[in-house]
């Protein structure tokens, strides 16, 4: 975390502590693997998600995609579930 924070220079008088940070997968193509959460750092937590956008895939494919989801859902190292609904930052098709 130190080197996070070390990457960019800041005054010292803006700085801040960072307890930890959250890593975000909404993509089912991207979604990790039990071996990749066991190997995160204890203090990243992880979300997970179902784009929107992937709902115009074939049902089989969003079936399994919901699939997935669940299993990821049933980790402990996963503490937050989002991206799920409706999305109005894309254009209408």
């Known amino acids: 975390m130190k080197d996070m924070m070390d ?6 008088s803006r700085r801040t502590s960072l307890v930890g940070g959250v890593s975000i997968y909404c993509d089912p193509e991207t979604y990790p693997t039990d071996q990749h959460l066991r190997d995160l750092p204890q ?20 079936n399994q995609a919901v699939g997935r989801f669940q299993n990821l859902l049933a ?6 579930f989002g991206e799920v ?8 098709k």
């Open 7 to 12: 990457a960019v220079p800041v005054e010292e």
């Open 43 to 62: 203090y990243i937590s992880v979300g997970v998600g179902i784009h929107p956008r992937h709902a115009r895939y074939s049902v089989v494919r969003v």
């Open 75 to 80: 980790n402990p190292r996963v503490a937050v």
């Open 85 to 92: 609904g409706l999305d109005h930052s894309e254009p209408m």
